[in-house]
């Protein structure tokens, strides 16, 4: 069983920046992709950000793309999302999740396991 510990939300204003991680355990974190989705109020969960097992292969979003890089640390079972640039568009909760294998699929329910979330608020 995998768990998933996100961080580093917050309030900030339009133009700023976040760095979003998300620290795993259990499991054999190298062995899994891993993702950012988020949930804005009164929308779906939307794709944000993959990294595959070995950080080689990436996918992001078309809105989030050139604002954002996703990265990942086996050593530390850590993954990372800086943001910048952020647009009060990118207000929401974020999640980590995980999957076994080396894909980065953008649907949710190809993800095995979720963490709780972390607000991220960006004011205008």
């Known amino acids: 069983q995998v768990q998933l510990v996100e961080s580093g939300g917050g309030l900030v204003q339009a133009g700023g920046s976040l760095r979003l991680s998300c620290a795993a355990s259990g499991g054999t974190f190298s062995k899994n992709s891993m993702a950012w989705f988020r949930q804005a109020p009164g929308k779906e969960r939307e794709f944000v950000a993959a990294?595959?097992?070995?950080?080689?292969?990436?996918a992001y979003a078309d809105s989030v793309k050139g604002r954002s890089t996703i990265s990942r640390d086996n050593a530390k079972n850590t993954m990372t999302l800086q943001m910048n640039s952020l647009e009060p568009e990118d207000t929401g909760v974020y999640y980590c999740?995980?999957?076994?294998?080396?894909?980065?699929?953008?649907?949710?329910?190809?993800?095995?396991?979720w963490g709780q979330g972390t607000q991220v608020t960006v004011s205008s």
């Open positions: 990294v595959s097992w070995r950080g080689g292969g990436t």
């Open positions: 999740l995980a999957r076994e294998g080396s894909r980065t699929p953008q649907n949710v329910a190809e993800y095995d396991y």
